[in-house]
Nanobody, 127 residues
């Protein structure tokens, strides 16, 4: 069973910083792309940042230059450093991980990729 455990959300004033963490627990063969998404009240979930297994990162235009995504492969953890926070960054932030699972069926090895989501952590920026 796989579980993504997020931490680091909270209340911060505009211009402040927060660091989110997401640890992947459980049994899996490997971790591929990891990312952070967010969903503001009354809005659709949107991509914030992603990082590949080769540590190539990409960001939404709205957070470029302010947010930094990183990962610690030894700890199966992805981070999101958020600086210069704005009121419009207020949202529930969700961690996402694309995992490779391995199983043994009919004497053979079977691999499949599956995406998992964290439970979400609230980030509130006061103006």
């Amino acid at each position: 069973q796989v579980q993504l455990v997020e931490s680091g959300g909270g209340l911060v004033q505009a211009g402040g910083s927060l660091r989110l963490s997401c640890k992947v627990n459980g049994t899996f063969f490997g971790i591929n792309t990891m990312g952070w998404y967010r969903q503001g009240q009354g809005k659709s979930r949107e991509l914030v940042a992603v990082i590949s297994s080769r540590v190539a990162a990409d960001y939404a235009d709205s957070v470029k230059g302010r947010f930094t995504i990183s990962r610690d492969s030894a700890q199966n953890t992805v981070y999101l450093q958020m600086n210069s926070l704005k009121f419009e960054d207020t949202a529930v932030y969700y961690c996402n991980a694309d995992l490779t699972l391995r199983s043994f069926l009919s004497g053979g090895v079977h691999f499949q990729n599956q995406k998992y989501w964290g439970q979400g952590t609230q980030v509130t920026v006061s103006s």
